[in-house]
């Protein structure tokens, strides 16, 4: 069993950056491929990013490419998401979730654990 927290959200400027966090419980964490996810209203829940359990895989949306990125430190438990040049667009809650490597990482029903969201707004 495995329990993802997020947190790092907030209100920034279009231009500005963050960075979230996603904190997971359980020893077996370091074992799980972890992607992100975002949902703005009335929109259906799109992928982000993903990372491989060793952090040396990545991979993007089209939409995020060259402005997020993905990485982990397994020592802490923590894959992080670092968002710059944010625009108003991206506003949306972001989710963390793990899920056993292989396959497709783009499709969010592959995924097996799931966080609660942090919230990010971005302002023009």
């Known amino acids: 069993q495995v329990q993802l927290v997020e947190s790092g959200g907030g209100l920034v400027q279009a231009g500005g950056s963050l960075k979230l966090s996603c904190a997971a419980s359980?020893?077996?964490?370091?074992?799980?491929?972890v992607g992100w996810f975002h949902q703005a209203p009335g929109k259906e829940r799109e992928f982000v990013a993903a990372?491989?359990?060793?952090?040396?895989?990545?991979y993007y949306a089209d939409s995020v490419k060259g402005r997020f990125t993905i990485s982990r430190d397994n020592a802490k438990n923590t894959v992080y998401l670092q968002l710059n040049s944010l625009k108003p667009e991206d506003t949306a809650v972001y989710y963390c979730?793990?899920?056993?490597?292989?396959?497709?990482?783009?499709?969010?029903?592959?995924?097996?654990?799931w966080g609660q969201g942090t919230q990010v707004t971005v302002s023009s």
């Open positions: 990372i491989s359990w060793s952090g040396g895989t990545t």
């Open positions: 359980g020893r077996t964490f370091s074992r799980y491929c």
């Open positions: 979730a793990a899920r056993d490597c292989g396959g497709n990482y783009y499709n969010q029903y592959d995924y097996r654990y």
